[in-house]
Each structure stands twice: as C-alpha cells, then as structure tokens.
C-alpha cells in the first residue's frame, strides 16, 4: 500500500466523550493507543448533551478526576424522568447528584487529560476504509496516511463509519418524532421555560453566554436536511407567534426518537462503543453517561489481551456485560418519547406514572437506572456485591485511612482483605493485581438494595466492579482470578 505504516497497538476513532475516556483506561494500561479525530480541534460547535451522571462522575473518581469536572459544574439531586423530578438525596453514593456541565466543558476536561496521558490524536483527518486480517486492522485515513492496529474501536457516533465498515447490523426502530434544537442570540426577551401545544413539549432557556437555547417539537417528522436558522424561525413563529428576532446562531441541530443498538459490540479486531453502539432519543441524558461507562468496561479489558495476560476471550465479556445496559437506556428513553405524545390516552398513562413515581420504590428503582448506580453485570449466583459497583468505602490501612476510589486511580484490580490477616497467597497474580488489607465498620449499603451483608473480602476490577465476594479460604477466588486478570504466573 506504498508508504511505511504507522502502528499502535490500538486505534480509536473518534475524540468525544467515550473515545476520550478510552484513550484515557488505555494508557494508564500503558498500552500504545491513538485517536483518529475528524475535528481539527477539541471545540464543539454549540453545547451539545448536558450533565454527569451519578455512577459516570464515580467512574471519574476512580481515576482521580471528578473534581476537574465537579469544579466546573452544578449540582443537582435529582434525576429526570419523563419531565418528572426523581430525588436521589438520598442514594448511598458520594455524588448523589446530577452534575450540571456541557458536553463541550466535559470534552475539553478529557482531552486535558489524555493530553497529559501522551496520547497521540490525529486532527482534522477521517477514515476512508478499513481492512482487518487475523493479526490486525488497516486503517486508511482521508489525507493519504495509513495506520496499522492491533485492535480498532468505532467510537464515531451514531452514524459510525467503522461500524458500517466492519459490517455490523444496526438494527431498530425509525423516528416517530423530531425536535429542533438551536443555540442563538434574540432581540426580544422570548417565553423562558416550558410551553406545551397539541403538537408536544417545546423549551427556550438561557446559555452560558447569555443567549437562548431552543427546543421545538416538530409538527412532521421526516426531514433529513440540515436545519437552517429558516427553519428555526418559522417553529417558532408556529409555537409562539414570533421569532423573537432570533440572529447569530452558533448552532442548529435536529435530533429524533430513533432508537438502534448495534447487533454486536465486537466483530473479531473491531470493537463499538458509545453512541456507534446505540443511540436513543435524549430523555434522561443518559447516552454521553453510557458512552463513558462503555469506555471503562472495555479498556482494562483489551489493555490485557493486547499485552498477552488475558485471552482474547476476554473480549466477549464487553458485549455480554454492556449491551444489556444500552438495552435498557433504549426502553426508558422509548417509553419517555411515549409520553410525552399529546393525545388523551398519552396524558391518562403520563399522570399514572407520575403517581407510581411519587412512590418510594418505584423512584429508587427508576434513579438507580437512569443514574446508572444500580448496574448489575451477571457474574453469576452469590454475594449481593457480585457484579455490582464497588462502594466507595472509608478505609484503615496500617499507614493511613483511604477510599476505595482512590485504590483504583491507576486502572489497576485490588484485592481487599477486610476478614483476619493471613490467607490465601496471591503471590502467582501480585505482578497484576494489588493486594490490600484494611478495616471497615461501617455500614454496607448499595443503591436500590439498601443494606448487605459485609463480606470477609472483595476483588474489585479496575472498572470498579466485585468480580468476587467471600474470605480468604474461599475456593472460587483463583477461578475468578485467572478469568478476569489471566493464568497464574509460573512460580
């Protein structure tokens, strides 16, 4: 293919959020991972999506990072479903709120950091086709360059070229709404807040630069043009009775209700993540959260099979973990695009759910989804903790009280020892996985569940999650072991 390739272990393609944050698990791994990125900088015309989740912001904090994004945000203690506020004040989590940044903040604060990560980005370049064959992937880039990959992940959005290009299926279902959305300066003060007409829901508010944000709900759905600032006026002359002397747009967006997951998150040496995997209506701001909790199951996991440790096996637990995350966002969103429609029966079925919410379980159980707190990988029968988040525990150690988070700052498994010392040696895994013995006295409580029984010991993957409960004596730790962190080392 003429000139000399350039290799990396892995190649991400796509610089937002979830590819960011990948960049980001895979070189703590200290594995050699580029971004192929069609922007030529990190700027996002308009804000974009809004807001950190709760379990999102503490995959942060398992990095030693939320509080470059909880120092640029709101905060809010509560989550949104279908326009009804769901208090999580109560959730058994440091940041039992919503956090209240932009996407574009969220991107700049990433790429700050995968800067100082020394990753590589190729700006202002877009992949043309790729070719894989059994040792790896060629990646042909629009300025005439050619990369060479172990690994290649589509993290490029909802209309993914690698996954069009690996041959995944996408399938789903077609729009049956779509908004306008526009970032502009008015002449006249307009009708802050929510406005509801026989067409559906409509929202003008303040930007960061004093501007307005504009939502429309559309009265036919079906147009694929890019909308215009025409466009926008006459909505909103059809809403409201005037434009307000809308001017100086920094961006105009239609989104819709199209709902679709990829039908595999992996085909051999191209895997998917983020919005290339799924994309969903908007409701609950929950696709950027996914996108950047896809990123941390998926790193520590394709850091070990490219280094040798772990088979590439290994691999299928992405799919068979993420995928039924996505499933679900895709059934909330569907079911909020449901009511949200203005027909009578929509309303009767509308105050039916407001009431249930209002309710203690219904509101916890619907929180701890859309905050992502309640996610349970099946891990198999046992232990509560089995396949669910780590909490962030206060510890005593011998030298010092530590959290939990802060033992995963560097991407790497613990085990922790909270029983009596002494027990199993894990001497053929110490090169992989971190041994810590530590006290605890407090109460165990996960989100939803409410309280569990305190275990002896705990491993705990680099993603934050309990890939094994009981006591050191226990026999199952060096299965569980050997099938997320690799065999033993030879003595």
């Given at each position: 293919m003429g000139a000399a390739k350039t290799r990396h272990a892995v190649v991400i393609v796509?610089?937002?959020?979830t590819g960011l944050m990948l960049a980001g698990e895979l070189a703590l791994a200290g594995i050699d991972v580029a971004i192929v990125e069609r922007r030529?900088?990190?700027e996002l015309a308009g804000s974009r999506a809004g807001g950190l989740h709760a379990r999102a912001i503490e995959a942060l904090d398992q990095r030693g990072i939320a509080d470059r994004f909880l120092s640029q945000g709101q905060t809010h203690q509560v989550v949104h479903f279908h326009m009804i506020m769901l208090d999580i004040s109560d959730f058994p989590t440091r940041h039992n709120y919503l956090l209240g940044l932009w996407q574009n903040h969220i991107e700049r604060i990433l790429a700050e950091w995968v800067g100082e990560l020394k990753v590589p980005i190729y700006r202002g370049r877009e992949v043309t086709d790729i070719a894989q064959d059994d040792t790896g992937v060629d990646v042909a880039l629009s300025d005439g360059q050619s990369l060479r990959a172990e690994y290649l992940v589509g993290c490029d959005g909802g209309r993914s070229v690698i996954r069009k290009a690996a041959g995944i299926a996408f399938p789903g279902w077609d729009p049956t709404m779509s908004w306008l959305i526009a970032e502009v300066e008015t002449t006249e003060e307009p009708k802050w807040g929510f406005h509801q007409d026989a067409f559906g829901t409509h929202g003008i508010g303040r930007t960061e630069n004093g501007g307005a944000r504009v939502v429309l709900t559309e009265r036919d759905v079906g147009s694929t043009s890019e909308p215009t600032m025409r466009d926008v006026s006459e909505a909103l002359i059809a809403v409201y009775g005037t434009d307000y002397g809308i001017h100086s747009p920094t961006w105009i967006s239609r989104f819709t209700d199209m709902t679709r997951q990829a039908a595999a998150y992996r085909e051999r040496r191209v895997l998917l993540a983020g919005d290339a995997a799924h994309v969903h209506p908007p409701m609950g701001g929950q696709g950027l959260n996914t996108g950047v909790q896809d990123a941390v199951n998926l790193g520590w996991k394709l850091a070990q099979v490219v280094k040798l440790i772990s088979p590439e096996s290994l691999l299928d637990s992405y799919h068979a973990e993420r995928f039924p995350v996505a499933a679900?966002?895709?059934r909330n969103t569907m079911a909020q695009v449901a009511l949200r429609r203005r027909d009578e029966r929509s309303k009767?079925?509308?105050?039916?759910?407001?009431?249930l919410l209002g309710m203690d379980e219904p509101r916890r159980r619907l929180a701890g989804e859309m905050s992502g707190l309640d996610i349970h990988y099946d891990l198999g029968e046992g232990h509560k903790l089995l396949g669910r988040r780590m909490p962030d525990l206060d510890l005593v150690t011998a030298n010092d009280p530590l959290r939990v988070f802060t033992l995963l700052h560097d991407a790497r498994p613990v085990l922790l020892n909270l029983g009596a010392p002494g027990g199993l040696n894990i001497t053929p895994w110490a090169d992989r996985v971190q041994f810590v013995a530590a006290e605890y006295d407090g109460p165990w409580e996960l989100p939803v569940l409410g309280a569990v029984t305190a275990p002896d010991a705990?491993?705990?993957?680099?993603?934050?999650?309990?890939?094994?409960v009981g006591d050191l004596t226990q026999p199952g730790l060096a299965d569980a072991l050997t099938t997320w962190f690799g065999p033993p080392a030879a003595a």
């Open positions: 796509g610089g937002g959020p030529a900088n990190q679900r966002v895709l009767a079925l509308g105050d039916t759910v407001s009431e705990v491993l705990i993957r680099p993603d934050g999650y309990v890939a094994w």
